[in-house]
């Protein structure tokens, strides 16, 4: 007996992703106000979802899921907000979820009401598990939920032709869904849709939870591209979820796989262990040269928005906006570091030991990432005097001094500030 089972293997020999590399940006669509907000602890107000909308809109989200309106009145009330307010910019599309139930899905289109543009996103739970011991059902009677959620959708549509309509399905669960049924599920709802140019579906792949390596989630995404109809009026969605830790890593492999468009939150928050992270993600691709389409110059306003108004403090090795994932306390990780930076020239190719980034391209200073304890040498004290003082020392000191410092450290078992630093300087060698 086995309390937990290994997961399947997807069987594809003739799989094409792990050859791929990531050349431009997914397009990408934000779920905090939705995924994110469901996790809290204290859901968001209204007021705080404006905020966080309004942030979003300014990192440069061309679509936002800004709730489920029919599940819950404050969100009911943001998106009227939102479309009475017209504060949906333009460019911008937003998105609501629904689950495949005939009265949810007419109040969703109540919320929408005089929308410009809106993301209608329909959901049923497809996985093994769901059917058998949830809902009780064959899979014809989940097809049959789907089907008639896509048709409820479409024929609300209809009557209201002054917004621009854009229908996206999930099989919740897609994870846990045999690849077939998820198949057979997913082609019955974009037979009704009938996606055509100028009218694409989206199908969003949910890894509702994440329950094997990410390689066999892009081989699940790649076996649905293609077998799915209408495959060029469609785009697919990853929605990844981070149970295993790999809710960023699925995604990446998902999108080589052939995926269009990634679902996720700012800093990772969502159900359980939260979504994937967009932050993180999205500065993945900075990295090797592809622009994200997504603004994080400014990492340090973002987080603290984001910390407001779910009231979860960041991590500081959050990849990208922890206090510390810029800091080298080890000396000869300093050392390094001060050598590479003292030859780099604006416009050079990035190439600097220890730091995979330019913090300076998140809003960050370099004055962070040199930062003096005991476990620091010579190199770290002699960058700090250097930078913050303008003071080298000549090399009969710097040994000497670094064993000042380091004694100073240990005493007071912490960091040793800049001031100290300095401090420690005019007393042994200027008082005397
Ligand atoms: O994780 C999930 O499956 C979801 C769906 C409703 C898309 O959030
Ligand atoms: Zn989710």
Request: with cysteine.
């Amino acid at each position: 007996h086995r309390k937990y089972r290994p997961f399947t293997p997807i069987a594809r020999p003739q799989r094409r992703w792990p050859d791929k590399v990531i050349e431009r940006a997914p397009n990408w669509c934000a779920v905090d106000l939705r995924d994110g907000n469901q996790a809290l602890v204290k859901p968001m107000t209204v007021a705080q979802k404006t905020r966080l909308f309004l942030l979003l809109v300014k990192v440069g989200f061309k679509e936002i899921e800004v709730g489920f309106p029919a599940a819950s009145q404050p969100d009911f009330d943001f998106v009227r907000k939102l479309i009475e307010e017209d504060l949906v910019p333009e460019d911008v599309t937003i998105q609501v979820l629904t689950q495949a139930r005939e009265e949810l899905i007419a109040r969703t289109y109540e919320a929408l009401k005089g929308a410009r543009r809106a993301v209608v996103h329909v959901y049923n739970s497809t996985s093994r598990v769901q059917r058998e011991k949830v809902f009780r059902m064959d899979v014809a009677g989940i097809r049959e939920i789907a089907v008639n959620g896509a048709r409820s959708v479409a024929r609300h549509a209809a009557q209201a032709p002054e917004t621009e309509w854009i229908f996206q399905y999930s099989p919740e669960s897609f994870t846990g869904t045999e690849l077939e049924v998820a198949a057979e599920v997913v082609n019955a709802v974009i037979d009704v849709w009938q996606p055509h140019k100028g009218q694409p579906v989206i199908i969003n792949l949910p890894a509702t939870v994440e329950v094997s390596t990410p390689n066999v989630y892009a081989d699940m995404v790649e076996w649905m591209n293609d077998n799915l109809h209408h495959r060029e009026h469609i785009q697919i969605s990853l929605h990844t979820h981070n149970d295993r830790g790999c809710g960023v890593a699925a995604a990446e492999l998902g999108v080589m796989a052939g995926a269009d468009r990634v679902e996720g939150t700012l800093m990772g928050n969502g159900e359980r262990t939260g979504n994937m992270d967009i932050v993180t993600m999205a500065m993945n691709l900075y990295s090797q040269g592809v622009d994200p389409m997504l603004d994080f110059s400014n990492i340090r306003e973002i987080a603290e928005t984001v910390e407001s108004v779910t009231e979860i403090s960041t991590h500081p090795r959050h990849p990208y906006a922890g206090e510390l994932v810029f800091t080298a306390f080890s000396g000869s990780h300093q050392d390094a570091i001060r050598k590479c930076l003292s030859t780099y020239q604006e416009g050079d190719v990035w190439e600097i030991a220890y730091l995979p980034i330019d913090p300076r391209d998140l809003g960050r200073r370099y004055e962070e990432v040199v930062r003096i304890n005991s476990q620091s040498g010579k190199g770290g004290v002699l960058h700090v005097l250097e930078r913050d003082f303008g003071i080298t020392l000549p090399r009969w000191l710097q040994i000497e001094f670094s064993r000042v410092v380091q004694e100073q450290a240990e005493e007071q078992e912490g960091e040793v500030n800049g001031e100290q630093i300095h401090a420690l300087f005019n007393k042994h060698y200027l008082a005397t």
